[in-house]
């Protein structure tokens, strides 16, 4: 039999399902008596709703209801709840709007939804929808935060004044002044962090269903189904939780964006008990682009005062963070602890001083996307280290050497709240510069420029921060929720395990990984293991996947139900072996009597246990199954290196990566082959970042990326081939030393392609460039530097 | 209404449709041939390709009364009736080209039709180039390029045999 155990890259059990077209996702699902809702949206930014007519609508065929928020008003239904509240400096908590599941008063973005038709079929809904009246007001709308902070700007919710949903600060500001005043060098930057549309490729869908007896089940495409459970049952619907259900089957990528409580799911549920007919809602793709959580949108200003031989000496930062027009479920979180505690990166700048505002616009509400805020801090900080490179005429490599955390710092206490457990930045640098040839480049710019083009290469290295914890401490920063995660091995009585995990997988491969994780521990074969995920009805409360926290928090979950069933295990094996407790060990799913050749094999221990005849029935209870919860001691510190190279058309401002390599820290791996291609689907979406994407408003707040053809996914040919490497320290606080691998890629990646094509353009007099580097936006540049340089 | 009569999958079907009906919504929603999924509504993503008389179709972009009288195969139709899989299929998955699969069955149908088109050779550019239709959020297309070429051999030595 191959190996098929810890570090072994098993091909994946998903794929059978999935490449004979039997997935199972949502809109997949179809229930007896199904009816269909669809859902009228504003087309405007920002307006009064002065009045709804939907009589038309409602006499149209096929139509069953037609509702407004005046509707769910009237049963009591308030908003969508946030999940973190951050205070602002002075200690105050954040401004909180209402956000109402259907728009009750105003519409605060293209995308709001104003009513739901629920029909027999879906193009009738769909039909009536077109004849629903509303008559709407304009007012003026805002997308830019820096107008949004303007004089006099027009307000997204009357109650909060210069739409300041919080104004935030961490670190040591006296410091950090002090440190400026002496400094040798003073180096500034202005960054704009685009905003993303995440655009998984299943668009969102949500089923409602309710029985006789009042109990609900809601089908819906999430990444924690408890989570939504405990949001909408709890704070929306008020439907008690052993009356909910709450079900994630197979999820077509989220990325971040089904982290979060939609309004559609409460929609369909409460719905589905008015009717008491199923109803089933589909996103159409022009809807997620208007109803999707974006992410990332942050304006900063960067100051990094350095000494005369290169060190850092402090760091200072202020940021406008996007928020959009209401809070989603975790926005506040994102531009906060998990942003300004990651701006140390990997270097030992002793003093930092971050002040964010987050501010509300006439936009589609922005939360957390792939990385969530660590994209944005590392692409600052990265930007900002080539920044000062470029300034003192220190090399850049060089310049981060000096100001690297040593490997025999660890654990390390940054000034910015957090404490890395471990890393080691000049093993990743090291591997990464010799796997993409650092050395080779200057060859390989020069052989470029005969042919007319401009190369560049570009490093980053970057830190980030996994499975957000501990609960009590992300509670005490504003978390309205815990951060544990849990699992539930049940050995059957031949041996066989069934594992149900907390964690969601919504393409991370987690029936195959952490069934190699158990299969492993407890000396089973593979296909003796089973993962069961994303059912509230089968699962105990656990909190899902996001943040890269599956294997490092829900992994080590299992590992504490492992030792807990191994530790009852052992007492079973004792009193069939008849031997001390003490001198049983378990090894290779055998429990053996030390020094002897007496064994029992896993299977003949749980057979004993669910068929108690003999067995110490006084000291323990029969059965084999255990739950653990952990929560974890601190977040995990994955980092690396990302070196990307580009080649750039002068003619046509074309940017083509050529080569891009990664080397992460992301310890302890599982499975090598499901890391890699995490890995690069994350640095994928990073170059897409960088050199193709951005969701586009007008100055009013009206959506201009709308669509596929609008809004530039990459495409195969826009992407390179991606060389994947790891070089691991272990985390030290979770029994797996495990860090998360599934963000790094696009955390580190989007500053190594800008450093890249800043590096191709430095002729030009370029030294900043914000994402996206369109051809446009290249070429004009290059035509715009052109005179410049011929006359030099 | 419309009754129409096609071949899905080798079997004969008949179906009443609107004259406005896609024909992934022929398929998914009539049929319950559900491997064939809706990414967008721009006919941008390429989740929906079917197989219409041997040619790739994005099945969003065609309404199902173009149908009347054509071969479809689906995701669904490809692998062998013993459950093998097809070359395609069966390279996706030996090179971890998939994630949360709901690309899949458009990209592997339209990387077929790819294969089948090139008999004399495809470099990975032209298959990069002729992936232009299918989106994949995932996978970075770096491992589903590596299962197209993988397969290449795999299907033109089943030609040839």
């Known amino acids: ?792 | 209404m419309a009754k129409i009569s096609l071949k899905v999958n080798g079997k004969a079907v008949s179906a009443e449709v609107e004259g406005r009906t896609l024909l992934v919504e022929l398929l998914r929603e009539k049929l319950g041939l559900t491997g064939t999924h809706v990414g967008c509504d721009t006919s941008q993503c390429g989740a929906c390709v079917v197989h219409v008389n041997g040619d790739s179709v994005k099945s969003c972009t065609m309404l199902a009364v173009q149908a009347e009288g054509a071969e479809i195969t689906t995701i669904e139709g490809l692998a062998a009736a013993d459950g093998t899989l097809h070359p395609m299929q069966a390279m996706f998955r030996e090179h971890h080209a998939l994630q949360c699969g709901f690309c899949t069955p458009g990209m592997v149908m339209s990387a077929i039709d790819i294969v089948q088109k090139h008999p004399a050779g495809l470099s990975e550019a032209q298959i990069r180039e002729e992936l232009e239709g299918n989106l994949c959020r995932c996978t970075g297309y770096h491992n589903i390029v590596k299962a197209i070429a993988a397969a290449f051999p795999l299907m033109h030595q089943k030609h040839a045999a």
């Open chain 1, 1 to 792: 039999m191959p190996f098929e155990g810890i570090g072994a890259s098993v091909k994946r059990r998903e794929d059978g399902r999935f490449l004979a077209g039997r997935g199972r996702y949502v809109d997949d699902m179809n229930r007896p008596g199904q009816v269909y809702a669809y859902i009228r949206r504003s087309d405007r930014p920002h307006a009064r709703i002065k009045h709804i007519d939907i009589a038309a609508a409602a006499a149209a065929p096929g139509v069953i209801a037609v509702y407004t928020g005046a509707d769910m008003a009237a049963d009591g239904i308030g908003g969508l709840p946030c999940g973190w509240q951050i205070h602002n400096k002075d200690g105050s908590p954040m401004a909180e709007p209402l956000h109402p599941v259907l728009a009750i008063g105003k519409v605060r973005h293209v995308g709001d939804p104003i009513a739901v038709v629920i029909a027999e079929t879906k193009t009738q809904a769909k039909d009536a929808a077109e004849l629903l009246v509303i008559d709407l007001e304009d007012l003026p709308g805002l997308a830019d935060i820096r107008a949004a902070t303007a004089a006099g700007a027009p307000l997204v919710h009357d109650d909060v004044p210069g739409n300041v949903c919080y104004d935030w600060h961490i670190g040591d500001k006296d410091a950090v002044d002090a440190a400026f005043a002496r400094a040798k060098h003073v180096v500034k930057l202005d960054l704009v962090n685009n905003r993303l549309i995440p655009n998984a490729m299943e668009p969102r869908a949500a089923l409602g269903e309710c029985d006789v007896a009042g109990h609900y089940t809601l089908s819906t495409t999430s990444q924690n189904p408890h989570v939504i459970r405990l949001l909408m049952g709890a704070f929306v619907l008020h439907i008690p939780e052993h009356k909910l259900r709450v079900i994630a089957p197979d999820v077509g990528g989220g990325f971040g964006s089904k982290i979060y409580h939609y309004a559609e799911e409460a929609i369909v549920t409460w719905a589905a008990g008015k009717l008491r007919r199923p109803v089933k809602w589909t996103a159409e793709r022009s809807e997620s682009f208007m109803s999707d959580a974006h992410g990332r949108d942050h304006v900063s200003h960067a100051e990094m005062a350095v000494d005369e031989s290169g060190h850092f000496l402090a760091l200072r930062v202020s940021t406008l963070a996007n928020m959009g027009a209401y809070l989603s479920t975790f926005a506040p979180s994102v531009p906060t602890y998990l942003y300004a505690t990651l701006l140390a990166g990997v270097y030992k700048t002793p003093a930092i001083y971050a002040e964010v505002k987050a501010i509300f616009t006439n936009t589609v509400p922005v939360d957390a996307y792939r990385g969530a805020g660590r994209p944005e801090a590392a692409f600052l900080l990265e930007r900002l280290v080539d920044a000062v490179a470029h300034d003192t005429g220190i090399d850049r490599v060089a310049l981060r050497r000096a100001n690297f955390i040593p490997a025999d710092a660890y654990p390390y206490q940054t000034p910015v709240a957090l404490q890395y457990d471990s890393g080691n930045h000049e093993m990743t640098l090291a591997e990464a510069l010799k796997a993409a040839d650092y050395a080779g480049f200057p060859a390989r710019r020069a052989e470029a420029a005969r042919r007319g083009k401009l190369r560049g290469i570009g490093i980053s290295t970057y830190l980030e921060a996994c499975g957000i914890a501990p609960s009590q401490v992300a509670g005490a920063l504003g978390a309205r929720a815990g951060l544990y995660e849990v699992a539930n091995i049940r050995v059957h009585p031949t041996g066989s395990v069934t594992v149900f995990t907390g964690a969601h997988s919504h393409g991370q491969g987690h029936e195959t990984t952490m069934a190699q994780l158990v299969a492993d521990q407890l000396g089973v074969p593979l296909d003796q293991v089973d993962v069961v995920h994303g059912d509230t009805g089968e699962i105990p409360f656990g909190m899902g996947t996001y943040g890269s926290r599956s294997l490092a928090v829900g992994g080590s979950a299992m590992v504490k139900a492992m030792d807990k069933i191994i530790a009852k295990g052992k007492r079973i094996a004792a009193h069939l072996m008849e031997a001390a407790v003490e001198d049983i060990e378990f090894k290779d799913g055998a429990f053996r009597v030390t020094g002897t050749d007496k064994a029992k094999a896993l299977a003949e221990i749980s057979l004993a246990a669910y068929v108690p005849h003999n067995y110490p029935i006084e000291e323990l209870e029969p059965g084999l199954e255990e739950t653990a919860f952990y929560d974890p001691k601190n977040f995990t510190y994955p980092g690396g290196c990302h070196v990307c190279e580009v080649e750039i058309d002068p003619e046509t401002g074309v940017t083509k990566v050529v080569n891009f390599v990664a080397v992460d820290d992301v310890g302890r791996v599982i499975n090598p082959m499901i890391v890699e291609g995490q890995v690069q689907g994350g640095v994928a979406q990073g170059i897409g970042q960088a050199l193709l994407e951005g969701a586009a408003y007008d100055a009013n707040g009206q959506l201009l990326s709308g669509s596929f053809m609008d809004y530039t996914m990459p495409r195969a040919d826009n992407l390179p081939n991606i060389t994947v490497g790891t070089e691991i320290t272990l985390c030290t606080h979770n029994p797996l030393g495990s860090k998360g691998c599934g963000e790094v890629g696009a955390i580190g990646s989007p500053p190594a392609v800008i450093n890249a094509v800043v590096d191709a353009l430095k002729e030009y007099g370029v030294r900043h460039l914000d994402m996206p580097a369109t051809a446009e936006k290249i070429w004009s540049i290059i035509q715009a530097n052109r005179p410049k340089m011929a006359a030099e």
